[in-house]
């Protein structure tokens, strides 16, 4: 079962800031948060990942709480592009990889 | 650089029928997996090869299906013979054997049967 929870669905303007918050308060110490999207039918895409300090790349920032137990996943100006599933993911730690998909939250970017 | 790639990315067979799955990993990723979303489910893992030997193959539903990966490049998945509860889409995905190992996912075979 996943490891995370997060609202089924979220609404935001176009042009906005989208703040997308993940529970994850098992995870383990080795064990890293990511951040999947999957618009339409498309395959999951990567958007970003973390384990303890917050991380920014092109798409997206990541801000992870000091005791890692939540996260948020930020889109800063949000297109609607970006309407999507997004799937927070805690993976597993050692040499198993295998990404567990919850439900996601389905943002939905309006005009 | 190219991504995953899948083929086909539809296919439509009967009950009974068999079919199969192509995944060409990005060049240079040792590991490759294959997960699927059925209907109304979650994306679910199925299993995963380092090269060519299998890693983990927990997700596999039944005997049904048999994954390869000869020569440790692109992978099949074989469904022998296709059940109805097979329908859903399969997404195959590959990672580097170093650093955090991201998967990236290829565009998914959606997979009917009738």
């Known amino acids: 079962d996943a490891k995370t929870t997060q609202p089924p669905s979220m609404d935001c303007a176009e042009g906005r800031a989208a703040n997308l918050p993940c529970n994850h308060s098992?995870?383990?110490?080795?064990?890293?948060v990511y951040w999947y999207r999957q618009i339409h039918s498309q395959g999951p895409q990567y958007i970003i990942h973390?384990?303890?300090n917050n991380e920014t790349n092109e798409m997206a920032s990541l801000i992870i709480t000091e005791d890692r137990k939540s996260s948020t996943l930020i889109l800063p100006h949000a297109t609607l592009r970006d309407t999507a599933v997004y799937y927070c993911?805690?993976?597993?730690?050692?040499?198993?990889?295998?990404?567990?998909f919850g439900k996601g939250t389905l943002l939905t970017v309006n005009p | 650089e190219a991504g995953v790639t899948q083929f086909p990315s539809h296919s439509v067979i009967e009950k009974g029928q068999t079919v199969t799955l192509r995944c060409d990993p990005i060049?240079?990723?040792?590991?490759l997996y294959w997960y699927r979303r059925v209907m109304g489910k979650e994306i679910k893992f199925l299993l995963h090869f380092v090269k060519e030997s299998k890693q983990d193959e927990s997700g596999m539903p039944n005997n049904r299906f048999l994954a390869e990966r000869t020569g440790g490049t692109y992978s099949t998945l074989k469904v022998q013979p296709a059940e109805l509860e097979d329908s859903g889409v399969y997404f195959c995905?590959?990672?580097?054997?170093?650093?955090?190992?991201?998967?990236?996912f290829g565009p998914g075979t959606r997979l009917l049967v009738l």
């Open positions: 973390g384990l303890k």
């Open positions: 993911i805690v993976r597993e730690g050692g040499s198993n990889y295998k990404l567990t």
């Open positions: 995905a590959s990672s580097q054997n170093r650093g955090r190992q991201t998967q990236y």
């Open positions: 060049s240079g990723h040792d590991n």
């Open positions: 098992t995870i383990s110490g080795n064990e890293y």
